[in-house]
């Protein structure tokens, strides 16, 4: 192994561990309801690359919590999250297309992040396709 596969490896286990040191954090003073400390918090997180607080600042913008709401900047931090494989991020991006929010409405496009959210273990997703008629057992579910 070389070096530099090294430096980037301990970085990533730097930046893992900076990540859920933030997220305790995060998690702690929105339970306070304390978004005054909370919202840099999670952008920091998000720049360090942390699908779950992506997601959090797409629900923030998605609700107007704090912060005025902006469901453009949400579908933003939900598309940063989904890519990730952030399974509560996937079905939110699946039920803006089922309800053509911020973006077109496209069924396709919505089943499509609804089943990615199942196969990531997203409860409400397989609670959905089960509904459809979807065999969920054919869907393997994956950790994200």
């Known amino acids: 192994m070389n070096s530099k596969s090294n430096i980037s490896s301990l970085q990533e286990a730097v930046n893992q ?42 629900e923030l913008y998605f609700e107007g919590k704090y912060i005025e709401k902006d469901l453009s900047r949400a579908f933003e931090y939900y598309k940063q999250a989904s890519e990730k494989k952030y399974p509560k991020a996937l079905y939110e991006l699946g039920m803006l297309y089922l309800r053509g929010e911020i973006v077109n409405k496209n069924i396709a496009k919505a089943e499509e992040f609804i089943k990615k959210s199942a196969k990531y273990g997203d409860k409400r997703a397989l609670e959905i396709l089960d509904r459809m008629g979807v065999n969920i057992m054919n869907i393997s579910v994956e950790s994200s």
């Open 17 to 58: 561990i900076e990540e859920e040191k933030l997220l305790i954090q995060i998690k702690q003073l929105i339970q306070q309801e304390n978004y005054v400390e909370a919202f840099p918090t999670l952008e920091k997180a998000s720049i360090l690359g942390n699908a779950e607080a992506m997601y959090i600042l797409g």
